[in-house]
């Protein structure tokens, strides 16, 4: 099976330094030397579909642009790109997101991905007018995602739930094809929910033994309701021609940052409600040092923004490496970022992906005549090591 990799569209700006925001940063937290213009996301998103990058994440939040309308427009600016569009099930009607999806795929061809998106912190959520709590914000998106699915099977759907009620839903014409549902969380609730309704779950770049307790614990939840999920990770990525390289640029982007901004950051991050954003500040405690928490799995990022908080350092046959040993696990999509955007897709697309391609375990998803040019076939240092 081919690897999927997506790139990500930094819709609240983007900078040669690590740009602020992420999940729990507060309104404004964003921003760069490159404002989020059509312009240069279409750069990026040109940029990834080149590479051979299935498709990009686009985050939601306050600190961000609408997701929806961004990839609506950069949809016609770009060929093959698929859009993993994030959004949270309390702002909007079920029946109007699926409708939104349907829309979507008529226009773009199937070309949406949904990563749905509960909502961690509920300082954010009542600025939207949202006032459910964490528990119960999850047994809404069950309801939501109850709903949307059985709307895009044809319905008509009716639910007199805890939190949602529908009657005699149904829609004019059903997504073709059903957009995948992306879905992740490190909490017990958000558990449920993932492996109930999702196609992919998704974790942040976590510590290998880590990941592999989360995709043990959501297989046995999804076997309990006869279900089969596939599995992806979120990271973060600077890869070099050498290791050297690649270890002088983490620390550059690190020194960006005076040790009074990180400390702001993290008491602003250690009010999350989020269990998954607690097991990002748990790999580097708020410390400067010992940030290499696993091989080539940097937690610097995390210092200075929410969110997914790890990267992959290294060499390029290094990151190559790291991403064969997630695979092994069961992580069968990959969602990267690296700063810039544009540059550091180039450095991960030309650098990392042909080695993935010559070991046999990644093929560009375009025709033949625009296909990245691949390695020659070499084995994986953890394929030679005793």
């Not at 990799?5 to 921003?31: K, N």
């Not at 994030?86 to 699926?98: D, K, Q």
């Not at 960006?256 to 250690?270: H, N, T």
């Amino acid at each position: 099976m081919s690897l999927t990799f997506h790139w990500f569209l930094p819709t609240y700006g983007d900078s040669r330094h690590v740009v602020g925001g992420g999940h729990g940063m507060p309104a404004g937290a964003a921003g760069g030397q490159r404002p989020a213009d059509l312009g240069y996301l279409t750069q990026i998103a040109r940029a990834a579909e080149q590479l051979g990058f299935v498709g990009a994440l686009t985050p939601t939040g306050a600190w961000c642009e609408d997701a929806w309308l961004t990839t609506a427009m950069l949809a016609r600016e770009s060929e093959r790109l698929k859009f993993l569009v994030a959004f949270r099930p309390g702002f909007l009607s079920p029946t109007l997101a699926a409708q939104m999806a349907a829309t979507f795929q008529r226009h773009a061809p199937g070309r949406l991905l949904l990563n749905v998106v509960t909502g961690g912190e509920s300082h954010e959520q009542r600025a939207y007018g949202d006032f459910l709590d964490k528990e119960a914000r999850y047994e809404r998106t069950g309801e939501f995602l109850s709903i949307v699915r059985g709307l895009w099977q044809g319905g008509p759907v009716s639910l007199d739930g805890k939190h949602l009620r529908v009657e005699g839903a149904q829609l004019a014409r059903v997504p073709d094809p059903v957009p995948p549902v992306y879905f992740g969380g490190s909490s017990p609730a958000a558990g449920a929910v993932a492996a109930g309704y999702s196609d992919v779950y998704l974790t942040w770049g976590e510590p290998p033994e880590q990941v592999a307790e989360k995709i043990a614990w959501i297989r046995a939840l999804a076997a309990e309701k006869g279900r089969t999920l596939r599995f992806g990770i979120r990271l973060h990525v600077i890869t070099r021609d050498t290791a050297d390289q690649a270890w002088t640029e983490a620390r550059r982007l690190l020194d960006g940052f005076s040790p009074e901004a990180i400390a702001s950051v993290q008491a602003g991050l250690a009010r999350s409600e989020s269990e998954g954003q607690r097991r990002m500040l748990a790999l580097h405690g708020g410390n400067r040092d010992g940030l290499e928490v696993s091989p080539n799995l940097w937690a610097g990022i995390g210092l200075v923004r929410g969110g997914a908080g790890t990267a992959l350092v290294g060499s390029h046959r290094e990151v190559a490496d790291r991403i064969a040993e997630y695979h092994r696990l069961g992580i069968d999509e990959f969602v990267m970022s690296g700063h810039p955007h544009v540059e550091e897709s180039y450095w991960f697309g030309e650098g990392v992906l042909p080695l993935l391609a010559g070991a046999g375990l990644w093929s560009h998803p375009a025709a033949a005549t625009t296909r990245a040019p691949a390695a020659a076939s070499v084995p994986f240092a953890s394929e030679v090591r005793p």
